[in-house]
T-cell receptor, first 111, second 115 residues
Framework: GQQVMQIPQYQHVQEGEDFTTYCNSS?????IQWYKQRPGGHPVFLIQ?????EVKKQKRLTFQFGEAKKNSSLHITATQTTDVGTYFC???????????FGKGTHLIIQP | ETGVTQTPRHLVMGMTNKKSLKCEQH?????MYWYKQSAKKPLELMFV???????ENNSVPSRFSPECPNSSHLFLHLHTLQPEDSALYLC??????????????FGPGTRLTVL
């Protein structure tokens, strides 16, 4: 079945440093979504990428979808304490209705 | 956010008990989902319902039985669970679409502990 790998599992950064998480799929994806889950909370949708090579920005967050539509990345510039949480990528492929989630990257920020 | 609600928020049950989890969405969506989130695994999709019809069952054991009486409500009936079933169970909803090109809205989850 479809697998979505996400690295790193944990990332410690100093406040103000940049952060990147990477997502790789074993199969070509029709689209990829990114979610953020705060500690004790539930996943909240951030963005969806659909087109090959697509790049989208939300303030300090930059999302990319690879040319082959098998990988994606999320980059945060100048992290802030409010960025703490787990970032998940989730891919959809093969005509399935549901999403296959990566394990997530836990972002820990040290002030 | 109150778009997707789940009850109860916490549940402790023995292996011989029968209980049900409830999810309700107030967003006018027609697709609903059950996910399992445990500490050492990725968020696992369990069931998908589109317009009240089950469209996916990801090899979930029969001790988990979903029910979707209408597009706003989703239940997960539990019986003879195992301790390894302890996890956070998340419900989500979305607009259905071709190949599911729609964001999912998650509820707060039910934290289940099986003794």
């Amino acid at each position: 079945g479809q697998q979505v790998m996400q690295i790193p599992q944990y990332q410690h950064v100093q406040e103000g440093e940049d952060f990147t998480t990477y997502c790789n799929s074993s199969t070509t994806l029709s689209n990829i979504q990114w979610y953020k889950q705060r500690p004790g909370g539930h996943p909240v949708f951030l963005i969806q990428l659909v087109k090959s090579g697509e790049v989208k920005k939300q303030k300090r967050l930059t999302f990319q979808f690879g040319e082959a539509k098998k990988n994606s990345s999320l980059h945060i510039t100048a992290t802030q304490t409010t960025d703490v949480g787990t970032y998940f990528c989730a891919g959809r492929g093969g005509g399935a209705d549901g999403l296959t989630f990566g394990k997530g990257t836990h972002l820990i920020i040290q002030p | 956010e109150t778009g997707v609600t789940q009850t109860p928020r916490h549940l402790v049950m023995g292996m011989t008990n029968k209980k049900s989890l409830k999810c309700e969405q107030h967003l006018g969506h027609n697709a609903m989902y059950w996910y399992k989130q445990s500490a050492k695994k990725p968020l696992e999709l369990m069931f998908v319902y589109n317009f009240k019809e089950q469209t996916e069952n990801n090899s979930v054991p029969s001790r988990f039985s979903p029910e979707c009486p209408n597009s706003s409500h989703l239940f997960l009936h539990l019986h003879t669970l195992q301790p390894e079933d302890s996890a956070l169970y998340l419900c989500a909803s979305s607009h259905p679409g071709l190949a599911g090109y729609n964001e999912q809205f998650f509820g707060p989850g039910t934290r289940l502990t099986v003794l």
